[in-house]
């Protein structure tokens, strides 16, 4: 039995393949072989790296907001007369928004995810407690705001219209009632029975306290300065100005009739003052996140390219192998090698070169993520990226030896007869 | 002989036609990755003020609670608050001395054609201007005033200025805005500084302001705080006057010194200015002012990202894999002619003029790496703009970085020829001859 399978195995194409004189034939092309290995091997280096970095800005950039980002668009009224009055005109807006057909709800706030500005309050359990303080984005928002941004409430209760105070500029009264973020309530009271937390206390910048009064899954902050970006938290208040920033959501795939329809009744419902930047959800992400959508661009169009060009490198050197060589392999057909055996040696001979290639890569790209983790504090490259790279590595190079592997295949026994 | 060579190559060239496009366009692909990121990090990181960067400095004071840190570890905050601006300002001990912050208001132009928009406003120190060589079309700007003593004067930018007055000189002019009427001094030329220096709180790229006014207006008219307002204290009283009288910080405060040799001297007048203020119960930490130069603040702004460098250096690798591939299908190029130089060989031709064929013939294909590189790099920088919008007041491919791009691609086509050339010149003739 297991003289049969050992036969059997003898018998298999690469079992057949005279190892040690490829062997020799590959160190007699010294110049030629280093130079190849050395440029897998960078390549290894370069696309493992390449691949880890592009892919951490990826995470980045599907990260959720927590709010309705498909169907939401903001604008600004600014009223520029003196008799404008800015109240007036916010309740005005706002209460017809809300009963046009294809809007679900309304609400004016100049913060929002992606709208790149907000104040950060500091938030504690206990007053003077240095340990416990968890830094949050602050929202104002009427008794519509989670219904316009779209958030999940999944403890307690939305506020109520009466617990809404409407604030001039300077008014910085807070209110004694928050909704805060799950990540906001983890972080103050390490659990996460969310109900449980309905009705405590907390305490806003050392100063007011408030009686959470909901939760919501998640709402991003606005901008991020302190690596918290799911810390936020929400007052009932409205801050009335003269420039009034309205986010507003519509119903799906309405998008862009209502910014249209909403543009021409603002224009001409108050002549005293005018509608600027007009953007939906979708245009500011793209604006917010564009460094991370540039680099991973960067990244891909450099590691493919790189690819490409190692193939080349790999299927040239290959063909040239396969044209010097058209006398031996004519030899070898003509003592016996079958089809079969001359292909199998020169896939042989490839996967020896891009393992000698993917060997000394290794180390590059371990040298290489080293450097960057010291210079720019880049994280630790998972070996993961690198057995991705050396697969890729290994069927690019199966890739580009299978047309010169496969012209070989079919040089006939009768050049061994040919001279030069 | 230099021109027999040139011909011979020629005729090589095209009769390998696909091999030698092959060793071009690697080449200027690699060339191509390296200039795109290099001429972004050299563009960025360009001199916003030549010959004077080195005299005109950022002044911060950390101003801030004995325990906290206004930026990790335990730096001063950028900004500085309204009281120290003004007291640096006005005690003149510097050449030129600036507090910018940015704010914005609705003007209302007398023309009534002309719709009122919201204008983005620098208020500003008069000496903000020639400090920071800015151009002027007509007119000029206007001098420090005295702290309670402002006129309602104002510089417009060269597009503000077409949007109201229609490109005409309008020095002279009132305009109405922020419900006050203001006579306008100066209207400015393009002026767009990349990196944006003086206050990179909207990011280092972004655009110049519409409209200049004197800094004491801003707290005439109560007008709004832009940029970064940062604040320590939690029980500030809500009017206006207090926000100007707390620690708040949000002002630029720069000074142009005689030469960089008084920066001691001045270091000790803040220094002293601080101890005096500590006298006065304020600046509890420790003194920990920094005068910084323009590219120190640049650098400690790192206006330049982090990513930029990592790209370089992929380019770099990627470069280095383009090297080596040329090489070995140069390697391949210059064994396929074995025959042919065995023939000149014998018939007379020394290793010294081999040589010196063979490597036109490489610096040729050096050549044609760089028109392709060149090409790409011009592709490259437009793909550039489209992905950082920002970047497209400043970036272009300047005359320096196409003599580089060209130098290198020589160099490297020369590199990755040289073992296979040397291969070829030592061979034995008289194998390849039967």
């Not at chain 1, 564009?290 to 450099?302: E, K, R, S, Y």
């Not at chain 2, 060589?133 to 309602?152: D, R, S, T």
């Amino acid at each position: 039995m297991i003289t049969k399978v050992k036969k059997y195995i003898s018998q298999l194409p690469f079992a057949r393949i005279a190892y040690r004189p490829m062997f020799s034939t590959l160190l007699r092309q010294k110049y030629a072989m280093t130079v190849l290995i050395l440029q897998i091997a960078l390549t290894l280096a370069v696309i493992s790296n390449g691949l880890f970095i592009a892919s951490q800005r990826l995470d980045i950039l599907q990260r959720t907001s927590g709010i309705d980002e498909n169907n939401t668009f903001v604008l600004t009224s600014s009223g520029f007369t003196e008799n404008f009055d800015p109240k007036t005109s916010m309740q005005t807006d706002l209460a017809e928004f809300r009963q046009m057909p294809t809007i679900i709800d309304a609400v004016a706030t100049y913060s929002f995810p992606f709208s790149g500005s907000s104040e950060w309050d500091d938030l504690r359990t206990l007053l003077g407690n240095e340990q416990n303080s968890v830094p949050a984005s602050s929202y104002k928002l009427d008794e519509h705001g989670i219904n316009a941004l779209g958030l999940s409430l999944i403890a307690g209760e939305n506020f109520s219209p009466s617990e809404v105070l409407w604030q001039t500029e300077s008014n910085k009264t807070i209110p004694n009632v928050v909704i805060i973020t799950t990540s906001v309530a983890e972080g103050l009271f390490h659990t996460q029975d969310w109900s449980s937390l309905v009705g405590k206390t907390i305490f806003i910048n050392e100063a007011h306290s408030a009686i959470i009064k909901g939760i919501v899954l998640q709402l991003q902050a606005p901008w991020d300065p302190v690596g918290q970006i799911e810390n936020s938290i929400i007052y009932p208040r409205v801050v009335t100005r003269n420039s009034a920033r309205y986010l507003i959501r519509t119903k799906p795939a309405m998008l862009q009739s209502t910014i249209a329809e909403v543009e021409r009744h603002l224009g001409m419902s108050n002549q005293q003052r005018m509608i600027r930047k007009v953007q939906t959800i979708q245009t500011l992400r793209k604006e917010v996140y564009g460094p991370d959508i540039a680099a991973i661009t960067i990244l891909l169009v450099v590691i493919t390219t790189l690819s490409i060009i190692a193939a080349m490198g790999i299927g040239g050197i290959t063909s040239f192998n396969v044209l010097q060589r058209h006398k031996q392999i004519g030899i070898r057909r003509a003592l016996g090698a079958n089809k079969i055996d001359i292909l199998s040696q020169f896939f042989a001979e490839n996967i020896m070169q891009t393992s000698a290639g993917i060997f000394i890569g290794c180390i590059f790209a371990v040298g290489l993520n080293m450097f960057l983790v010291a210079q720019y504090a880049l994280p630790k490259l998972p070996f993961i990226y690198i057995i991705f790279a050396a697969l890729c590595l290994y069927v690019l190079g199966i890739l580009a030896t299978l047309k010169p592997a496969l012209r070989a295949m079919n040089v006939s026994p009768a050049e061994a007869t040919r001279s030069q | 002989m230099l021109q027999y060579y040139f011909k011979l190559s020629l005729k090589n060239i095209s009769r390998q036609k696909g091999l030698s496009v092959l060793i071009s366009t690697t080449l200027g692909l690699g060339i191509a990755a390296c200039m795109i990121t290099y001429s972004l990090i050299h563009l960025m990181s360009k001199d916003p003020l030549p010959n004077k960067s080195e005299r005109v400095f950022h002044i911060q004071f950390d101003n801030w609670q004995l325990g906290l840190a206004a930026i990790a570890p335990d730096l001063p905050p950028d900004e500085v608050t309204w009281r120290d601006a003004m007291n640096i300002v006005h005690a003149k001990q510097a050449k030129y001395q600036a507090a910018n912050a940015i704010t914005w208001g609705m003007v209302t132009p007398a023309d009534k054609n002309i719709p009122p928009f919201l204008g983005i406003i620098r208020a500003t120190h008069g000496e903000f201007f020639p400090m920071f060589k800015v151009p002027f079309l007509y007119g000029q700007g206007w001098q420090n005033f005295p702290a309670n003593n402002v006129e309602y004067v104002t510089v417009l930018s060269k597009s503000t200025n077409k949007r109201i007055f229609g490109g005409l000189n309008s020095v002279g002019q009132t305009l109405p805005m922020l419900g006050k009427l203001f006579t306008v001094v100066g209207v400015l030329d393009d002026w767009h500084p990349s990196p944006k220096f003086f206050d990179m709180s909207f990011g280092a790229f972004y655009q110049p302001e519409d409209i200049y006014l004197p800094l004491q207006i801003k707290s005439e008219l109560e007008l709004p705080h832009g940029g970064n307002l940062n604040c320590w204290e939690t029980n500030i009283a809500d009017d206006y006057q207090a926000i100007l009288n707390s620690e708040c910080v949000n002002l630029n405060l720069w000074v142009e010194l005689p030469s960089a040799q008084n920066k001691q001297q001045y270091e000790n007048f803040l220094k002293a200015y601080v101890e005096q203020q500590k006298a006065l119960g304020r600046f509890p930490k420790a003194i920990n002012n920094q005068l910084l130069d323009i590219n120190q603040w640049l650098a400690h702004k790192e206006v330049v990202s982090a990513d930029m460098y990592v790209f370089f250096y992929l380019a770099l690798l990627f470069l280095l894999v383009c090297l080596f591939n040329a090489a070995s299908l140069m390697s391949t190029k210059f064994t396929a002619k074995n025959s042919e130089v065995a023939l000149r060989r014998a018939l007379g031709a020394n290793q010294q003029s081999i040589f010196a064929q063979c490597l036109t013939e490489t610096s040729i294909l050096g050549g044609l790496g760089a028109l392709i590189g060149l090409v790409l790099c011009i592709f490259g920088l437009q793909g550039i703009t489209y992905l950082y919008p920002n970047f497209s007041a400043f970036v272009s491919l300047d005359m320096t970085l196409m003599l580089i791009t060209v130098c290198i691609s020589l160099v490297s086509s020369i590199l990755a020829g040289l073992i296979p050339i040397i291969k070829v010149c030592r061979l034995a003739p008289a194998s390849y001859l039967k």
